[in-house]
């Protein structure tokens, strides 16, 4: 699946994209739009703030809800995508507010939760 | 012989590839861990006859190799194996083999609910932050992390995961001590002064205040005598 899945990946909200500019991050997001070529799409994080996600292939598939991206951050501040995952929601849905609550403790402890 | 922890500890792939090793024991920050749980998506599935292999990917760090041996005497074979692109709970044990960590899971359960994902990343930093500082609070009573019931995460009975219980140092001192008496009419508040000579008499009582109204402890012949809820 390639080299990026063997390397830590931050988890980010779309606030802290700025600060990663050319490294893997995970992004987990709600989507927005897929865009009709289906090699873009947009994620909103927990409070609402857009992420743009390119893709080097079309979409071969619809996606929905909670999306899971792996990738890195390209100079535009837009995640190439590498893989990507959707959340289960069959069951509960999702609570994306509270994940963002999760990405604050974890940047705030990095000693408790380290990237590496 | 070694007092092995008798925790279950949440904890990321990153944490656990930095654990050291001295003979038996890991540490991470000085803090022992055996059992833990790591929360994390397949990536990778390998059915062998007495095992499979997975590799677990929580972003932190590189996939960790997980283990399940599988019971070969089972015909239907309990062991189904899980997907990769599947969110998995694992609770094992860490090993260390030539210098390669991995676990040996003695229960893996996808996740049904994503938000247990959001959970077990606030309990490993609630859980490292409160083991660290228990190791760096002076006292005379040693920490210890008695499970307030089992809890039900993801339905693995049996094992006592560490409580989110808000317990203060000195008010878990004054716990544990509570707990360890025998005797029926419990501890009172004269013999927790003795045995925690560092803590005020002001400080106990305040605790103890806390602890009753909690429900871990309850008095017994009068105000001043206390026992613990939980059977042990």
Known sequence: MGDIHEVPRPRIATGQLAQHIGKPVCFVGR???????????????????????????PLDEEISGIIEVVGKVTNQATIMCVSYVQFREDKSPFDLELYNEALKIIHEFPDYFPFG | QRSRSQNIVPCTVSQLLAAEQVDEVFRIC?????????????????????????????????????????????????????????????????????????????????????????????????????????????????????????????????????????LTAHQSQVLNLIKSCPVPEGMSLQELKVQLHSMSMSTIKQAVEFLSSEGHIYSTVDDDHYKSTDAE
């Open chain 2, 30 to 166: 000085d803090v022992e861990i055996s059992q833990v749980t790591v929360v994390g998506i397949v990536r990778h599935a390998e059915k062998a006859p007495t095992n499979i292999l997975y590799k677990v990917d929580d972003m932190t760090a590189a996939p960790m190799d997980v283990r399940q041996w599988v019971d070969t005497d089972e015909a239907g074979g309990e062991n189904v194996v899980v997907p990769p692109g599947t969110y998995v709970k694992v609770a094992g044990h860490l090993r260390s083999f030539q210098n390669k960590k991995s676990l040996v899971a003695f229960k893996i359960m996808p996740l049904e609910n994503m938000n247990e994902f959001t959970t077990h990343i606030l309990e490993i930093v609630n859980a490292h932050m409160i083991l660290r500082k228990n190791l760096m609070s002076a006292s005379s009573v040693p920490p210890s992390f008695s499970s307030t019931g089992i809890r039900d995460m993801g339905g693995y009975g049996g094992v006592g995961s560490l409580p989110v219980n808000g």
């Open chain 1, 31 to 57: 989507v927005e739009k897929i865009h009709p070529t289906g090699k873009l799409f947009v994620l909103s994080d927990g409070v609402g703030k857009h992420t743009t996600v390119e893709l080097s292939e």
